[in-house]
């Protein structure tokens, strides 16, 4: 018997009152014709949500439309092999998985959950990490690292109630997120509402050579999160790299939230790509550079606090 097709999915982030239960009442509601699981993560200290719920620390209900909503009190990988149980046992049936981090989460531990559990990571995909952004209070907001944190992690940043508030604020507003990430394309989400293709296959974890930068103003970052991009048309020694990328993950690899390369090899003729999350990263051979093609080496970190003199330093030296 061939191993069932793993199941993408989709880790909601974002600022508290952004709209992400609005939006995903629209994802479990809307006619779209696919068969969405949604977990929502609930850590409540108070006991009473436990009594209006009963024992029952994961509850799955099927939808009208043919999504199932799944309400957890207990940790994300119970709730996730209990959902395939269900899944293989018939009792329910989805193709995606999405998945709500409570208000101020880290959505680190739960995208690092598909990389380390070997069972997990055969049965589901991760495809994307979004995250919610308020316009009317991102100021507010950003003043957390763990905010812009979620920003950092993103591979697509969606932005709501830009109607509250004048074009020029959303301007600077998409400039700093930029700052933050330049990975991540922006998008403005209406009361909920947004074209599913923005959501799902986002595919932000795919060792693919796509890597689009968005372009930034020279401004200094007023974050401790931000980009630094790192760029070279000469090809690069590939055990000198790979020292390179060793030290930088053994000094910094808790500041890494998420990097990206795409390189040009000495004596090779494929794309060397590679990308990670935290000390957890991949890389692989991609297709070959064409015929007349620059071949530039560009690697982006999104990173709290990194001493970019002594990187940028360190990378010359290869």
């Not at 949500?49 to 009190?73: S, Y």
């Not at 330049?182 to 909920?192: S, T």
Request: glycine share 8%.
């Amino acid at each position: 018997m061939s191993a069932p097709t793993p199941i993408p999915v989709t880790i909601l982030s974002g600022f508290l009152g952004a709209g992400k239960t609005t939006l995903l009442r629209y994802l479990l509601k809307a006619e779209h014709g696919l068969k969405i699981a949604v977990i929502e993560n609930e850590f409540s200290d108070a006991g009473i949500d436990n009594q209006l719920l009963g024992d029952e620390p994961v509850q799955v209900m099927t939808l009208a439309n043919g999504c199932v909503c799944c309400t957890i009190h207990t940790d994300l990988t119970k709730a996730l092999y209990l959902l395939l149980e269900r899944l293989d046992s018939g009792e329910i049936a989805f193709d995606r998985l999405v998945i709500e981090c409570t208000g101020l989460a880290d959505p680190a531990p739960v995208a690092q959950t598909f990389f380390i559990d070997e069972d997990l990571r055969e049965r589901y995909i991760l495809d994307g990490i979004i995250t919610l952004v308020d316009a009317a209070h991102a100021g507010t907001h950003l003043a957390q690292t763990i905010a812009q944190a979620q920003v950092g992690f993103a591979d697509r940043l969606l932005v709501s109630k830009t109607d509250l508030v004048a074009p020029s604020v959303f301007a600077e507003l998409s400039e700093r997120l930029t700052r933050i990430n330049r990975r991540a394309p922006i998008r403005v989400v209406d009361h909920g509402q947004i074209d599913l293709a923005e959501l799902l296959d986002v595919r932000g974890f795919n060792l693919n050579a796509g890597l689009s930068l968005r372009p930034v103003s020279q401004a200094p970052s007023v974050d401790r999160i931000a980009s630094m991009v790192l760029r070279t048309d000469k090809p690069l020694d590939i055990d000198r790299l790979s020292t390179f990328m060793n030290g930088l993950l053994e000094e910094h690899g808790k500041q890494l939230l998420r990097y990206k390369g795409v390189l040009s090899i000495a004596g090779e003729d494929r794309r060397l790509v590679f990308q990670g999350v935290l000390k957890l990263y991949g890389f692989d051979w991609d297709t070959e550079w064409a015929e007349g093609e620059k071949r530039e080496s560009v690697m982006v970190f999104i990173a709290d606090d990194l001493p970019e003199a002594k990187i940028r330093a360190g990378f010359e030296d290869l």
